[in-house]
C-alpha cells in the first residue's frame, strides 16, 4: 500500500495556516499570567501596569484552522491596549490567513476571539495590572 | 456478485465528484444515501396518492391511508415486531427516545432511579437528564470499560428496587461496541425496570427481531438505512404502551374530546398526533424492501468484512489509533480513529478534498469523549454500496495525512 498524499484540501489550508500550525510563534505557557481556557485552548495575556498586552500566548488541544488562528490574533493583540484588542474582528484574522474558511469550519476561527474577550474581561476585573506570582486567573 | 457491485449502481449520488474525485461515502453512520427505489416510491407516492391520512374520505386520501399503513406492516415485518400495533412512526430516533423519555417521565416519582450508559449518544441521555431533574430521580450511568464493552457488573450494582428504566444504545455510534441486549434486559426486568433501546446504529446493520430481544423499547431512524429524513420508529411492547398515557397530544391520537378531557386512541395512533410524515413513510418502507430483497443477514456479512478490513489496515499504520472492541468482537459498522497531531477536524478536511466523507468530532457523545480522553475522533461508518476497493482508498489516504498538514 503507498500512501497517498492528499492535496491542501482546496484552499482550506492556506500557506499562512499551514506554516502557523507547523511553528506557531506564540504557543507555550505563560507564567504568572490571566489564562483563560475554552474547549481546550488556553490563551494567556501579560498585562503592563498602564494595560497594555505585552504579551499574549496560547495553548490547545486544537486543530490547525484554530490553531493559526490563535497564533495571528496573538500576533496582533501584542502591544495594542485592551480597547484596541478588544476592537479586533475576524475579518483582521481572515484578512491575514488567506484562506477559503467554509462555514462549517468559521467557530474554529472565532473560538480564539471569544476566549480572548473573557481573558480581557478577567484582566479587566483585575485592574489591567500584572497579577501577583501564583495569582493565576483560569475560567474553564 | 459482491453486495457493493449489486447495489452501487442503485445509488444515484455516487455518480458525484468531490472536489475533483469520485465520491466515497464512509458517514452512513450520521445518514445514510438512498437508492433510486426510495427516491421513486416517494416522488410517486407526491405526484399520484398524496392527501392526509385517516380522516379525508376521498380516493387519494384512502390511498394515502393505505400507504401509510401498509409502512407500518413492513416495519413490523423487518423488526419482528409481534403485531402492528407496537409500530409507532416517530420523527425519528430524537424524537423517539424524547417521546418515550416524557410518556414515562410522568410515570416516575421523587427518589426513582434511571440507567443510562457512558456511550451513549445525547439523545439517549438529555431527555433522561431533563426527566430526572423535572422528577426528582435519580440518573446513573454503566461506566465503559477500557474495551469498549460495558462494565456489566458495575450495571448490576447499580440495579435496585427504585430502578424504573434503563436505556441504552444496541449499537454504539462511536466505538461499534454491540451491547448484550437480552442479557441487559433480563437482569432490568429482575427489578421490573423497563428498557428503552436505541437502535439508530443497529437497525441498518443487523437482522431485528424484537421477540428475542425482548425489550419494552426499541427506537431508530428511516435515514439511516436507506430511507429519508423526518422518520423514525419507536417499537413498544404493546402490554406496556396499552399502559402508558400518550406522550404529546392533538388530532389523530383520541376517539372523543370534551373541554376537560379526552377519550384516547387505541394503539398505536395514541402515540402520533398531528399529521404524520407520509410520503416519508412510503419511502421508508421502499428501503425495507430494498434492504430485505439484499438479505439482512448479507448486509451484515458485508458490512462486517469492510469494518475487519479498516480494522486491520488502519493497526497497521504507524501513529494511528483505533477504539472500540479490538477484533475479533463482533462490531457495528463504525470505526472511530485518531492520528497522532492531527486534530479530527483536520483528518476530515484533507479526506474530504480527495472526496472521502467521514465523520469527525464527538459524535454527540461528549461524556464518551470524556472517558476516552479525547476532545473527538475521526469515524467511519460503513453501508451496502461501500466496496473494499473504497477501504483501501481510505487507508491509503490516512497513511499520507500526517505529512499533508
Known sequence: MSPATPSAAHGLYSDVIRERWRRPRHRGDLPEANAVAEDRVRIMLAIEPEGRIAEARFVGDSCAICTASADVLADLIGGRSRNEAMALEVADVLAVLQAEIRPTRMRCVTLPFSVLAKALGVASATGHSRPAPGSRTQLQ | ?405
Not at chain 2, 293 to 314: S, Y
Open chain 2, 1 to 405: 456478485m459482491r453486495l457493493d457491485e449489486q447495489t452501487r449502481p442503485d445509488f444515484p449520488i455516487l455518480q458525484r465528484i468531490v472536489n475533483g474525485h469520485p465520491l466515497v461515502y464512509f458517514d452512513s453512520g450520521a445518514s445514510s444515501q438512498k437508492p433510486r427505489a426510495v427516491l421513486e416510491a416517494m416522488n410517486r407516492y407526491y405526484e399520484r396518492s398524496h392527501a392526509n391520512v385517516h380522516r379525508s374520505i376521498h380516493t387519494l386520501g384512502e390511498e394515502a391511508t393505505e400507504l401509510y399503513e401498509l409502512a407500518r406492516d413492513s416495519v413490523q415485518r423487518f423488526i419482528g415486531a409481534a403485531s402492528r400495533e407496537e409500530v409507532v412512526f416517530t420523527r425519528g430516533t430524537t424524537d423517539g427516545l424524547g417521546l418515550i423519555a416524557e410518556t414515562i417521565g410522568r410515570t416516575l416519582a421523587k427518589g426513582d432511579e434511571i440507567v443510562v450508559t457512558e456511550l451513549e449518544h445525547h439523545s439517549n441521555l438529555i431527555p433522561w437528564q431533563l426527566v430526572a431533574r423535572d422528577r426528582g430521580a435519580v440518573l446513573n450511568a454503566v461506566p465503559v470499560l477500557r474495551d469498549g464493552t460495558l462494565d456489566l457488573d458495575a450495571f448490576d450494582r447499580l440495579l435496585t428496587r427504585r430502578t424504573r428504566v434503563v436505556a441504552f444504545a444496541h449499537v454504539s455510534n462511536v466505538l461499534g461496541t454491540i451491547t448484550p441486549v437480552t442479557e441487559i434486559v433480563r437482569r432490568a426486568r429482575a427489578v421490573n425496570a423497563l428498557t428503552v433501546v436505541d437502535g439508530a446504529q443497529a437497525a441498518p446493520h443487523l437482522r431485528l427481531d424484537m421477540s428475542s430481544l425482548e425489550c419494552d423499547f426499541y427506537v431508530f431512524s428511516a435515514h439511516k438505512m436507506l430511507g429519508p429524513t423526518g422518520i423514525g420508529v419507536l417499537y413498544g411492547r404493546r402490554a406496556v404502551l396499552d399502559s402508558l398515557e400518550p406522550g404529546r397530544g392533538g388530532s389523530e391520537m383520541i376517539k372523543e374530546v370534551w373541554i376537560d378531557h379526552a377519550q384516547w386512541n387505541d394503539l398505536p395512533w395514541r402515540f402520533e398526533p398531528g399529521t404524520p410524515p407520509i410520503a416519508e413513510a412510503v419511502g421508508l418502507s421502499a428501503g425495507i424492501e430494498y434492504l430485505e430483497k439484499l438479505g439482512m443477514d448479507r448486509v451484515a456479512e458485508h458490512e462486517r468484512a469492510l469494518t475487519r478490513q479498516t480494522l486491520e489496515g488502519l493497526a497497521r499504520l504507524p501513529g494511528v489509533t483505533v477504539y472500540g472492541p479490538p477484533l475479533p468482537a463482533e462490531r457495528g459498522a463504525v470505526v472511530s480513529f485518531a492520528v497522532d497531531g492531527l486534530h479530527p477536524h483536520d483528518v476530515a478536511a484533507l479526506l474530504d478534498g480527495e472526496g472521502i466523507a467521514v465523520r469527525a468530532g464527538h459524535h454527540c457523545a461528549m461524556p464518551l469523549m470524556r472517558r476516552l480522553g479525547v476532545v473527538g475522533t475521526s469515524r467511519a461508518t460503513f453501508s451496502v454500496f461501500n466496496s473494499p476497493d473504497e477501504v483501501s482508498l481510505l487507508l491509503a489516504t490516512v497513511a499520507g495525512l500526517r505529512s499533508a498538514l
